[in-house]
């Protein structure tokens, strides 16, 4: 049977790289726990499933810069368009639960800071309920009076996983700077560690075996190794039309590999997906 892909969303955080001496930046990664389900162990962009509570109505109350149909527009192929608003909601979520860092902002234009004792164990609460279901992400934002600029999250690109695997999502990738004045922490659950580091390097470091990376990582890494600044990546967003990626996995050569819709091959190394009763 077929199943269905969960709407979800994931966000690029970036930074220019703190060795002045370098121009580049650096991209978050995360790496996953190693009981996890879905890519465990490998090293992803924070992000997660879009809840019913990111696309209630409550929650336009607290945003800016994007409104429901703006988001629908741009996100034109979703396939349920009143949801379009909360995937932005959900990708400054799930980055406030998964890392810690809360793309938000008060009401004078400020970006939130987290940096004093009393502020840590305050968004620690927050962020620990939230996870526990035990507050609405609209609750906390009211609580701090806060907004969310909505249009700091710059659509980058658009992820499906594979067709027939037991577990699939339709991924929007967002790109945006990590504000000042926050720190990131893992979560420590889903989460068991992150890194800064250089696209180029991630990717050096996959090709060597160091790094457990997937396809759509891999494939965001080679594109943003092109920039040398923050500000170079969400030009070059801007730019592009973005349609959604769905690959195939086809067993070619005795060995099951990922088939990008251009035909092109791509063997993981280590293999993520396997059919071993299937032949393709």
Known sequence: MKVIPADASTVMLLRACPDTGIKDIEVLMVRRNHKSSFVPG??????????????????????????????????????HPDKALGAWVAAIRETFEEVGVLLAQRKDGTPVAIRTEEGRRRFCYYRQSLIESK???SQMLEAEKLILPLDRLHY???????????????VRFFVTEIPPDQDVMHDG????????????????????GILDM?????????????????AEVIDSVRKRNI????????RIGGKDVEVMPDGS????????????????
């Open 156 to 170: 980058f690109s658009h992820w499906i996983t594979p067709e027939f695997l037991p577990l699939r999502y339709d």
């Open 135 to 137: 507050m609405r992400f």
């Open 42 to 79: 490998f090293h992803v962009f924070p992000g997660g499933v879009v809840e019913p509570g990111d696309c209630e109505a409550a929650i336009e109350r607290f945003i800016r810069g994007i409104d429901r149909a703006s988001a629908s527009r741009l996100l034109h192929d979703m396939k």
């Open 265 to 280: 091959v791509f063997e993981s190394r280590p293999p993520v997906y396997a059919w071993p009763d299937k032949e393709d």
């Open 243 to 250: 349609s959604a990626t769905l690959t195939k996995i086809q």
């Open 189 to 208: 659950v889903e989460l068991t560690g992150h890194i800064w580091i250089r696209p180029s390097e991630a990717l050096r470091q996959y090709e060597e």
């Open 214 to 230: 997937v396809l759509p990582q891999i494939m965001t890494l080679e594109e943003m190794k092109r920039c040398r600044t923050v």
